[in-house]
């Protein structure tokens, strides 16, 4: 639970720097949004060279007992090595596709692009320290170079949103300083507000700087050996196979927005990009069950626990699912509320892109335990093909209906909500396919009972939601606050008359987000010194 504690923390720390560019922006801020969110996906296609299995191979290797200080100097080498080619490519493609004249809609800015080129660059090279985190199952290190990056980002970006923007950066007129800055800053304020989407990409360059300071500071007293060839054809042995996988990972997570940037403006992605960031606080614990899981799987496989393996899958479920289906539901019935008020009306055309999340969101938590068991188990084979289908599922449907023109868009879906439609459905594919799988493989079972009791709760909850706010409309941040507050109590009421709410689960719940007790966790793992 430490890293869903402080992945929430995370996600409203980005979450105000998105509200920061969108209340400062106004009309301008989707499109500003839209560009910078096009330069990561973009970028992020070709993130997939600096990795190509091996940091799932160092944390299997080192989970395992490997010699630490071997592992960790192979994978470093390894990381460098394919971090710089990585470059290179990027470099390559955006030359060649300076001299054909090939251009997306009007998301593509060259530049923006170069940003982000060293950004993949300087989280790669941190991700030598998170990885080792990860696999030693030391989540507060992890956790908190995270963390780092958003903290640092937040007030940057203030700074670039308070400049404004002239009239040729947005096209639609100026946006005007929100403070006189002094006098011997104004030209530097000059500057930023005529390179407004550049400054807004470089506020990323200052946070994954932040994450990279913090994770080697935590990072001092591990052995550090030279490289060894026998780790190293053990990471390649490892890798070789999940190439496919962490290929198709990484196309996973950035289709969307760069399909988006073929067929439609900078502003639907900045639609889709800023739906995406509300759904990302439950996103969050998807990403902390894997982080967590991966190792544990690993460690319970190699002692041959299969009973353990499946127990671990069978409440991992059942707890995440519990945690999330209030939030899922609010999400759906408040979409455009939630726009609103979080965002802006110029984020309006983004609300059914929310809800369309919200149905990933909780298709993906409650898959990750059984897809990620697959992984554990050493079976990247089964994980390979798996994540093969849904990837191609999801660029087919992306073509299908992202267009205006397209296969759905007799019912409204194309654009941002195609995109995010699309995502959900390729989830539930792989859902199936990651279920079945992990059935085969350790008889593991799904808590239907629980789930459904979840799922009736939360209906129960979003319906009273939708009842009560057409006689009290949601206009304001504490109104939002109230009813999304209003719609976990009537959750939690409906679990506890079906008798799937417990005192244990209240208790497991009430300790794993106890301020003080995560206070000291973090503080004795810090503290813990490397042998």
Not at 59 to 71: L, N, P, Y
Not at 158 to 179: R, Y
Not at 256 to 261: A, D, E, H, K, T
Request: net charge positive; charged share 10%; hydrophobic share 55%.
């Amino acid at each position: 639970m430490l890293g869903s504690y402080v992945q929430v923390f995370n996600g409203i720390l980005g979450y105000l720097v998105l509200f920061a560019v969108a209340r400062s922006w106004g009309g301008f801020a989707p499109t500003a949004l839209g560009i910078v969110s096009f330069g990561t996906a973009f970028v992020g296609m070709f993130s997939i060279i600096s990795d190509l299995g091996f940091t799932n191979a160092h944390i299997k290797r080192v989970s395992e007992g490997q010699d630490i200080g071997k592992c960790i100097g192979t994978f470093a080498a390894i990381k460098m090595v394919l971090t710089g080619a990585m470059a290179v490519v990027v470099i390559a493609v955006l030359l060649v596709m300076r001299h054909t004249k090939y251009a997306f809609h009007d998301a593509s800015k060259e530049s923006v692009v170069y940003v982000f080129v060293l950004y993949y660059i300087l989280l790669s090279i941190s991700q030598i320290a998170t990885s080792t985190f990860n696999a030693q199952q030391r989540m507060a290190k992890t956790n908190l170079s995270q963390a780092a990056e958003v903290m640092a980002r937040l007030p940057v970006t203030l700074a670039v949103v308070s400049a404004g923007v002239v009239v040729g950066v947005t096209g639609m007129g100026a946006v005007a300083p929100l403070f006189k800055w002094p006098g011997w800053l104004e030209g530097f304020r000059a500057f930023v507000a005529s390179h407004a989407v550049g400054a807004l990409a470089m506020t990323y360059i200052a946070g994954v700087f932040a994450t990279l300071i913090t994770a080697f500071s935590m990072f001092r007293g591990y052995k550090f050996s030279k490289p060894d060839m026998a780790v190293a054809k053990s990471y390649f042995k490892f890798a070789i196979p999940t190439i496919l996988i962490s290929a198709i990972a990484v196309i996973s997570v950035n289709i969307g927005r760069v399909m988006l940037g073929m067929f439609w403006p900078a502003a639907e992605i900045g639609y889709f990009s800023g739906a995406q960031r509300i759904s990302y606080f439950i996103i969050a614990i998807s990403s902390s069950v894997n982080i967590l899981l991966f190792p544990l799987y690993s460690a319970y496989h190699s002692r041959n626990e299969i009973g353990a393996i499946r127990a671990i899958a069978f409440n991992s479920v059942r707890y995440v699912s519990m945690l999330v289906m209030p939030a899922i539901a609010f999400l759906i019935v408040c979409n455009r509320q939630i726009m609103f008020v979080a965002l802006s009306g110029d984020f309006l055309p983004g609300a059914n892109a929310l809800s369309a999340f919200a149905v990933f969101v909780l298709i993906s938590v409650v898959s990750v335990p059984f897809t990620t068991m697959i992984y554990g188990m050493n079976r990247p084979d089964i994980s390979a093909k798996i994540s093969l289908v849904m990837c191609g599922a999801n660029i087919a449907l992306n073509a299908l209906i992202i267009p205006r023109n397209g296969i759905l868009s007799w019912a409204g879906i194309y654009g941002a909500y195609g995109a995010a439609f699309s995502s959900a459905t390729s989830m539930f594919i792989g859902a199936l396919l990651g279920f079945s799988a992990s059935r085969k493989l350790a008889g593991a079972s799904f808590p239907w009972r629980s789930f459904l009791s979840h799922v009736t709760a939360g209906t129960v909850s979003g319906a009273s939601i939708l009842i009560i706010t057409q006689f009290v409309p949601i206009t304001r941040w504490f109104s939002l606050l109230g009813f999304a507050a209003l719609c976990v109590v009537i959750y939690a009421g409906a679990l506890l008359a079906m008798g799937e709410l417990k005192k244990k689960d209240l208790e497991f719940f009430m300790d794993a987000m106890h301020p003080g007790k995560m206070a000291e966790y973090v503080k004795e793992e810090i503290k813990e010194k490397e042998k």
